[in-house]
C-alpha cells in the first residue's frame, strides 16, 4: 500500500505541475487579439491536455497491474505463512495451534458429533535415550504418518499436540468405528 501511494503521490505531483503550466499558458491567452492565432494557440493547449490525460491514464493503469501482482503476491505470502504456522515442523502434520482452533470450532458446534482420541508414543524417552534424537525424530515422523494413513484424509484431523503426543480427531465416526482405525 505504501509503495502505490506513493508512486500515486509521485505521479500526481507531476500532474499537478503540468496542469499548473497548462493553466499558465491558458491565462496568456487572453494577451492575444488575434482570433486566429488565438484559436492555434487554443487547440494546441487542448492538444497538450489530451497528451498529459492520456499519459497520466497510462501511469495509472501501470500503477493499478503493479499494485495488483504485489497485492496478489503478497495474499500468496500471507497463505503460505498461515499454512506453515500451523504445521508441526518435524512431522509435516498439524501442530498444536491447529488442532485447538479445529478443536474449538468443532466443540461449538452443539449438533457435531466427533471422537477425540489423544496418542501417547510408549517409552519414547528410551528411544532417545538408546538411539539419539534423530532416530527419535524418524519414530516420530513414522508414528504421524502411520496415524495420517489410518484416518480420513478429508474429515479427520491428526496433530502433534507435544513431543510425543498426538491427538485425532475424527467426526460423524462411532467410537467403534474410531477405535478401529486407531487399533
Do not use: Y
Not at 94 to 110: G, Y
Not at 126 to 137: E, I, K, L
Not at 155 to 177: K, P, W, Y
Request: charged share 30%; proline share 2%; glycine share 4%.
Amino acid at each position: 500500500v505504501r509503495e502505490a501511494l506513493s508512486i500515486v503521490a509521485g505521479d500526481g505531483t507531476e500532474f499537478q505541475g503540468k496542469l499548473t503550466d497548462s493553466m499558465k499558458r491558458f491565462e496568456a491567452l487572453v494577451e492575444i487579439n488575434d482570433l486566429r492565432q488565438l484559436k492555434q494557440r487554443l487547440m494546441s493547449e487542448v492538444t497538450v491536455l489530451h497528451e498529459v490525460t492520456a499519459a497520466r491514464q497510462k501511469k495509472w493503469e501501470v500503477t493499478c497491474q503493479t499494485f495488483g501482482a504485489r497485492v496478489a503476491e503478497l495474499e500468496k505470502e500471507l497463505t503460505a505463512t498461515k499454512h506453515e504456522s500451523s504445521l508441526d515442523p518435524l512431522t509435516r502434520i498439524p501442530n498444536r495451534r491447529a488442532f485447538d482452533r479445529v478443536f474449538k470450532e468443532w466443540a461449538k458446534n452443539d449438533t457435531l458429533q466427533f471422537v477425540l482420541a489423544l496418542i501417547d508414543v510408549d517409552d519414547f524417552k528410551g528411544v532417545n535415550d538408546t538411539f539419539g534424537h534423530p532416530a527419535g525424530d524418524r519414530v516420530l515422523v513414522t508414528v504421524a504418518q502411520s496415524i495420517k494413513a489410518s484416518v480420513r484424509s478429508r474429515q479427520d484431523v491428526v496433530a502433534r499436540i507435544g513431543g510425543d503426543e498426538f491427538a485425532f480427531l475424527a467426526m460423524n465416526l462411532t467410537l467403534r468405528q474410531a477405535e478401529a482405525r486407531l487399533d
